[in-house]
């Protein structure tokens, strides 16, 4: 079966780092989507990974290892408006995404 | 306008009823799913489409069934709804051709409730 693993809930303090671990084991693997989610509302794209390394949008940076099937998603500068959930996918080819629960953030005062 | 459009928004419904859930795109795209969403589960895909002559289940496809009636539409309906099909709905569009391989589009989603 397929299986990604990220933490349920974090907390986090305003202007902090934070960082989201997604762990995956997948038959098939072209790629590693995170996106973003505020309580009812659609998903956001926030980042793609293909290759080893990693890649920095603004605030955010997303980072992967395909060896050890380990992503991470670094949140800087955390803002109030930064609450939310973020999901990791991993695109397995057959262009479908298999998502993983979700991690909340709770971003505090 | 919002690229990608569903209706209704919110929908409660009875057990037994059938219902349908309808999505649109104006973002000319050649692949639509459906997703559900529920607590603690995440997203899971039910069904999706390649082209208007391409159907294939996701992998929570029971007791639902779909219609792409053109390119830009893709339809969700519920047979026979049961409560546990409770849930949040999204339909989301991608386009190969697009830089990040596969990256989707969602729209706004649906609260559908079965009592």
């Known amino acids: 079966g397929q299986n990604i693993d990220q933490p349920t809930e974090m907390t986090a303090t305003e202007g902090a780092i934070v960082q989201i671990n997604c762990t995956y084991q997948?038959?098939?693997?072209?790629?590693l989507f995170w996106y973003q989610q505020h309580a009812g509302e659609a998903p956001t794209f926030l980042s793609y990974n293909v290759l080893d390394g990693l890649e920095e949008k603004g605030r955010f940076s997303s980072f992967l290892s395909r060896s050890k099937g380990y992503s991470y998603l670094l949140l800087k500068e955390l803002q109030m408006k930064d609450s939310a959930s973020y999901l990791c996918?991993?695109?397995?080819?057959?262009?479908?995404?298999?998502f993983g629960k979700g991690t909340m953030l709770l971003v505090s005062p | 306008d919002a690229d990608v459009t569903q209706t209704p928004r919110n929908r409660i419904t009875k057990t037994g009823k059938r219902i349908m859930l309808e999505c649109s795109q104006t973002?000319?795209?050649?692949?639509m799913y459906w997703y559900r969403q529920d607590p603690g589960l995440g997203l899971r895909l039910i069904y999706y489409?390649?082209?208007?002559?391409?159907?294939n289940k996701g992998e929570i496809s029971d007791g639902y069934s779909v219609s792409r009636q053109a390119q830009a539409k893709f339809s969700l309906s519920l047979e026979s709804a049961i409560p546990n099909q409770t849930a949040l709905y999204f339909c989301a569009t991608s386009d190969l051709r697009d830089r990040d391989d596969n990256e989707q589009f969602f729209g706004p989603g649906t609260r559908l409730t079965v009592l």
């Open positions: 489409s390649f082209d208007v002559k391409d159907i």
């Open positions: 973002k000319g795209h050649d692949r």
């Open positions: 996918a991993v695109n397995r080819g057959y262009s479908t995404l298999t």
């Open positions: 997948t038959s098939g693997f072209n790629g």
